[in-house]
């Protein structure tokens, strides 16, 4: 266990990272030319942190959408399933009676949860809609 520090009722999320290597990259746009190829499932657990809201802010360039969605992983969790999150790695939230929810790392991440000087969490936050630049 991570320093004594845990998640908060935690659920096993299906994590399909995404395989650069095998996806066809339009090389000036950098993005993928086709479907986004995914390497093997991980099982894994993870807090997830809903958005609070779904009303838009009122901002000077238009509505602003709050974008504090996020999953909180151990660290020690992700180091022993041999797994980096990045960009455009897609996670199934199992949800109560419902289909899971189907969410896209969008490449925010910040450590978290320091105790002597380091971090034991990783917040990855995500969208409900896939990157269009993987980098």
């Known amino acids: 266990m991570a320093g004594g520090v845990r998640l908060i009722f935690p659920v096993e999320v299906t994590v399909k990272p995404i395989d650069k290597t095998e996806t066809i990259q339009d090389s000036l746009a950098r993005e993928p030319i086709r479907q986004v190829s995914r390497s093997t499932d991980i099982l894994i657990d993870a807090q997830v942190q809903w958005q609070s809201s779904d009303q838009p802010r009122a901002g000077e360039g238009g509505p602003m959408e709050d974008d504090r969605t996020y999953l ?52 990855c936050f995500w969208q409900d809609r896939q990157p269009t630049k993987l980098d």
Request: charged share 25%.
């Open 72 to 123: 909180v992983f151990l660290i020690d969790d992700l180091e022993t399933k041999g797994y980096t999150p990045a960009r455009g790695d897609k996670v199934l939230i199992p949800r109560r009676a419902l289909p899971d929810a189907e969410v896209y790392l969008d490449g925010g991440f910040e450590p978290a949860g320091h105790k002597a000087g380091q971090a034991n969490l990783l917040l």
